[in-house]
């Protein structure tokens, strides 16, 4: 059965933080329409772009594009945002192929009122343009933002951080383990600090109590 359509998300009350439900938006895009809600049931990294056939947004999707498929390995989608419209990503997407041989896999969004960044916070009602959209939330299979970041206009994002972060999340998810500084699949991994006043100070205890260490099972 075909869900119903839904109406534009309305302006957030302040920018998402972590912990947050994603707002659900249905919108165009270049793999056809889009319901935030489809991609339950997996990883999604939801990025904004401020517009197309920017220098700095050419390079993060040239890169984007070459590493869909490792994105697809650790099980995230990747889905793009910005202002221009459906037809500006169209002619976007063919002018990256022509220029650096590389086809984009994913879908880019249309926001051409910016609702849908009003909505997550990236712009309030006051802004005329979308020149602070370098935003990109990573959101969990039930929809919950787990991580977000913001890069200035100039400054173009690292896809190797951002495949990191994303796999760091995962590992993270259950709560059993957390993942230390610059952590990548295959380093040790950090255990939850015990709460518990007695073991920590029970006889033989070592100071090492509020930093134990695992290795990584792989899973």
Known sequence: MEKEPIPAPTTAA???????????????????????DQFRG????????????TPVCTSEFVALARAAPRFEEVGCALLG????????????????RDLFGVAVPFPIVEDPTMT?????????????????MRATYYIDPEGIVRALTWYPLTVGRSVEEMLRLVT?????????????????????????????AQ???????????????C?????
Not at 116 to 132: F, P, Q, V
Not at 215 to 219: A, F, H, L, R, V
């Open 14 to 36: 302040r920018a998402l933080r972590v912990g947050d439900l994603a707002p659900v938006f249905q919108a165009r895009s270049t793999g056809g329409d889009i319901r935030l």
């Open 42 to 53: 997996r990883w999604l990294i939801f990025f904004s772009h401020p517009a197309d056939f």
């Open 81 to 96: 945002l910005s202002v221009d419209s459906l037809y500006s990503h169209l002619a976007w997407v063919r002018a990256i």
């Open 116 to 132: 849908i960044g009003r909505a997550y916070g990236m712009l309030d009602e006051t802004a005329r343009d979308s020149s602070a």
């Open 168 to 196: 760091a999340l995962k590992k993270a998810a259950s709560g059993e383990v957390m993942t230390p500084e610059g952590w990548t699949p295959g380093g040790d991994l950090l255990l939850p600090p015990t709460s518990a």
């Open 199 to 213: 073991e920590a100070l029970a006889p033989g205890a070592t100071d090492s109590w509020f930093y134990r260490t």
């Open 215 to 219: 290795k990584d099972s792989g899973k």
